[in-house]
Nanobody, 116 residues
Framework: QVQLVESGGGLVQAGGSLRLSCVAS????????MGWYRQTPEKQRELVAA???????SYADSVKGRFTIFRDYAKKTLYLQMNYLKPEDTAVYYC??????????WGQGTQVTVSS
């Protein structure tokens, strides 16, 4: 079992920045992939960014150049740095972890609201 706890969401004006954190209950070194999804009531769940155990990063087209995913092994934490935020970035953001066993875990989500 893995628990993931997100934090860092909040209300920010358009053009501002937020950094989301996702702390895992155990070492993230062996996780196959970790990522951030977001969801709004109007849209389907969207993969925002992902990072493999080998360090490969991928981003949704809508956030490329604005968001950065990175991790800190010592702190067992995955981050999402979000810059130049837009109102359309408003959503609940979820952290996920895919283990090599095939198990997938989700955090409880953190709300990000961007005002225009």
């Amino acid at each position: 079992q893995v628990q993931l706890v997100e934090s860092g969401g909040g209300l920010v004006q358009a053009g501002g920045s937020l950094r989301l954190s996702c702390v895992a209950s155990r070492s993230i070194f062996s996780f196959n992939v970790m990522g951030w999804y977001r969801q709004t009531p109007e849209k389907q769940r969207e993969l925002v960014a992902a990072m493999t155990s080998g360090g490969y990063r991928s981003y949704a087209d809508s956030v490329k150049g604005r968001f950065t995913i990175f991790r800190d092994y010592a702190k067992k934490t995955l981050y999402l740095q979000m810059n130049y935020l837009k109102p359309e970035d408003t959503a609940v953001y979820y952290c996920t972890a895919d283990l090599t066993s095939g198990e997938q875990y989700w955090g409880q989500g953190t709300q990000v609201t961007v005002s225009s």
